[in-house]
């Protein structure tokens, strides 16, 4: 999973990007600007752990988050359209939205003002994009329905919206999937508070914005946050409570970041290691088996499926199967939250 972190110059993006990885990326307007930063972080979840001590496994695998700190633009752009094909490789959009006062600009800062430009931004480079393609299909035949849909997503912009709030079929999607198209990526809003503004309620006209937009928000103070970070592991979270912030910028935005993409964790394990797998809610397992290993998704034959919570009651397989707990199921399944699962495939 990759999240690209965006935002205009001098929203504290890097500072949020070592928050969320523990990294020291040079942060300031002086900041190397030619590459992006790249930071991964494992997912936590403890039932890795449990199920590596039940079954004395040395080699647990967390899910992990690439993170793509992203330069802005020129001429206050949150976009460089220089490196979009690096933009287009985020699975998901985290923009940081600077709502604190900054010595370093001229301007007071506004979080409205800032989500609606580079909303705009994300709507301009997909109609470039859009328009290139309509020349094209100009000159091609038989690309009808092809056609049919990019004017409908050049409609849709048009009429001020995003992609994401545009539905498409399946086979629609994957049409769709090869653009990359910006406004179409899940966004998720950081809001880089002040100091002085930590727990303070949002204002109503951005809630509402928020909301008619259904765009994700979370408030974030990059600072302290980062500074959170060089303190010893027993520390910080003694300190955040001060502040009245109940866990880390990490764990915080991890969760934020599976609801946006509505993620969930099934759960498997062989000889010498067990290992979570990210997925969409609401994936089959023969998806889950590709997931895995593109064998398993070819050759699928069923799926052995315990649950988390019976494997840590019953404390084994062979107990499950006995109380009715391991099910055997096939390839429509729809894989659970916390589902232990072992494939049988043949190819």
Same mark, same amino acid.
């Given at each position: ?9 001098? !929203? ?12 020291? +990326?040079?942060?300031? *307007?002086?900041?190397?600007?030619? %590459? ?5 972080? /494992? ?12 079954? %004395? #496994? ?17 001429? &206050? ?7 979009? =094909? ?13 709502? $604190?006062?900054? *010595? ?35 000159? &091609? ?5 092809? /056609? ?56 109503? &006209? ?10 994700? +928000?979370?408030? $974030? ?9 060089? #303190? ?14 109940? &866990? !880390? ?7 934020? @970041? ?32 590709? %997931? ?7 050759? $699928? ?7 988390? =919570? ?5 404390? !084994?397989?062979?107990? @499950?199967?006995?109380?009715? %707990?391991?099910?055997?199921?096939? /390839? ?16």
């Amino acid at each position: 999973m990759k999240i690209g972190i965006v935002g205009f110059p001098g !929203s504290g993006k890097t500072t949020i990007f070592n928050a969320l990885t523990g990294l020291k +990326a040079q942060t300031g *307007p002086h900041a190397d600007e030619g %590459k992006p930063h790249l930071g991964v972080i /494992k997912v936590p979840d403890k039932r890795l752990e449990t199920i590596g001590a039940m079954l %004395k #496994l040395k080699k647990i695998t967390h899910v992990e988050i690439i993170f793509m700190d992203l330069a802005p633009g020129d001429n &206050e752009r949150a976009l460089d359209l220089n490196k979009i =094909n690096q933009i287009k490789e985020a699975d998901a959009l985290a923009q940081v939205v600077r709502c $604190f006062a900054d *010595p370093f600009s001229q301007t007071p800062f506004s979080p409205l003002k800032e989500i609606r430009d580079f909303e705009a931004e994300l709507k301009l480079t997909d109609l470039a994009v859009i328009e290139n393609r309509l020349n094209r299909l100009k000159k &091609e035949k038989g690309r009808g329905h092809e /056609k049919e849909l990019i004017e409908r997503c050049k409609a849709f912009i048009e009429g001020e919206q995003p992609l994401r709030l545009l539905s498409f079929s399946e086979e629609e999607g994957r049409m769709l999937s090869g653009f990359g198209f910006l406004s179409q990526k899940p966004l998720l809003i950081l809001l880089n508070l002040g100091e002085g503004d930590i727990g303070k309620p949002l204002s109503r &006209e951005l809630i509402d914005y928020l909301a008619k937009e259904r765009i994700e +928000a979370a408030p $974030f103070c990059g600072k302290v946050e980062m500074e959170v970070g060089d #303190l010893p592991e027993d520390d910080r979270l003694e300190f955040l409570k001060e502040l009245g912030i109940n &866990e !880390s910028a990490r764990d915080r935005f991890i969760r934020s @970041c599976y609801a946006l993409l509505e993620l969930i964790s099934f759960l498997t394990h062989n000889e010498s290691e067990v290992r979570a797998w990210s997925i969409r809610r609401g994936t089959s397992a023969l998806k889950a088996a590709g %997931k895995v290993h593109s064998d398993m998704e070819r050759g $699928f034959i069923r799926a052995e499926v315990v649950h988390y =919570n019976d494997f840590v009651q019953y404390g !084994s397989e062979a107990k @499950c199967r006995e109380a009715g %707990k391991l099910r055997l199921e096939g /390839k429509e399944y729809i894989v659970q939250d916390g589902d232990i699962i072992r494939f049988r495939f043949h190819v």
